[in-house]
């Protein structure tokens, strides 16, 4: 496959513009910004926007880009500097901070539909270094042997999406990762495994 020609300088201003009209619209409207919009305050039409970014998932992508490797980087410093438990759950708390303090990153780091998928997106990247801290954490008895890549990414994307939500109350978001992260410990399985145990007797009863 040829290697991708490099934009001329107004379309790479183009496409500049473009990036940062979309991240004050995520940030202000959410992921559902108007594209119509984001391609006015940019300066340009609705058909540059669509030539440069086929798709909203594209252009979300490429907005957070730099913030995701930045994620991506650390999951690897930490691997090196930490423990495979307190790596992981180090990390974690990371990627939420990171998705909490970007509105909208949490659709980009979403799996991509079926037939959609690349190698380079928000997600695949993304599960690529998560793979790497729970394969070592499980090793090591650090969480539980049936938890999976999905399963973290999903509860933390969950957590996250939970606190943009408008509210009475303010939720402490890194607090119920540390209750999720004592949820996916081995010591929780046992527990787990103990209460089925105890609700079977009752049923028997």
Not at 67 to 94: C, D, H, Q
Not at 135 to 158: K, Y
């Amino acid at each position: 496959m040829a290697p991708a020609r490099p934009l001329r300088a107004d379309a790479r201003r183009s496409r500049e513009q473009i990036l940062v009209a979309a991240e004050v619209a995520f940030a202000r409207d959410g992921i559902e910004a108007s594209l119509e919009a984001i391609a006015k305050d940019a300066g340009v039409g609705s058909a540059t926007l669509h030539r440069h970014f086929r798709s909203r998932r594209q252009l979300v992508e490429a907005v957070f880009a730099e913030r995701t490797e930045a994620v991506i980087a650390e999951a690897t410093e930490l691997a090196t500097t930490n423990p495979p438990g307190p790596a992981l759950f180090y990390w974690l708390r990371s990627v939420l901070r990171v998705i909490v303090d970007n509105r909208g990153l949490a659709v980009a780091l979403l799996p991509v539909p079926d037939g959609a998928a690349t190698d380079s997106s928000c997600h695949a990247r993304l599960t690529e270094a998560a793979d790497r801290l729970l394969e070592s954490a499980r090793e090591t008895g650090d969480i539980r042997a049936d938890i999976t890549t999905s399963d973290v990414l999903s509860l933390v994307n969950a957590i996250a999406l939970l606190a943009e939500q408008p509210g009475p109350v303010d939720l402490d978001a890194e607090r119920l990762l540390g209750l999720t992260i004592t949820g996916i410990g081995p010591a929780a399985c046992a527990d787990h495994s103990s209460l089925a145990g105890a609700t079977e007797e009752q049923s028997a009863e």
